[in-house]
């Protein structure tokens, strides 16, 4: 049976996006694991990063912020 359409990813089939899917694997195998892995893991898993806005073409003071589960 031959299709006409272009194989497409099952992850974008769905409406996500392939950072999505795979924040959504990575939280699976997380919760998969036994300790001491998994405080490990959970640990590795804070995002921190700065944000600057820009006003007149200069940047602004950046302000450092933080992306994790707990907060």
């Known amino acids: 049976m031959a299709s006409t359409a272009a194989a497409v990813p099952f ?3 769905a409406g996500m996006t392939y950072i999505s899917y795979s924040n959504i ?14 405080s490990e893991a959970v640990a590795r898993e ?7 806005k820009w006003a007149d073409g200069k940047p602004e003071k ?4 933080s992306d994790s589960p707990e907060e």
């Open 11 to 13: 992850w974008r089939a």
């Open 25 to 38: 694997c990575a939280s699976l195998v997380r919760g998969c694991l036994k300790e001491p892995h998994r």
């Open 46 to 52: 804070k995002v921190h990063f700065t944000v600057s």
């Open 62 to 65: 950046p302000s450092v912020r």
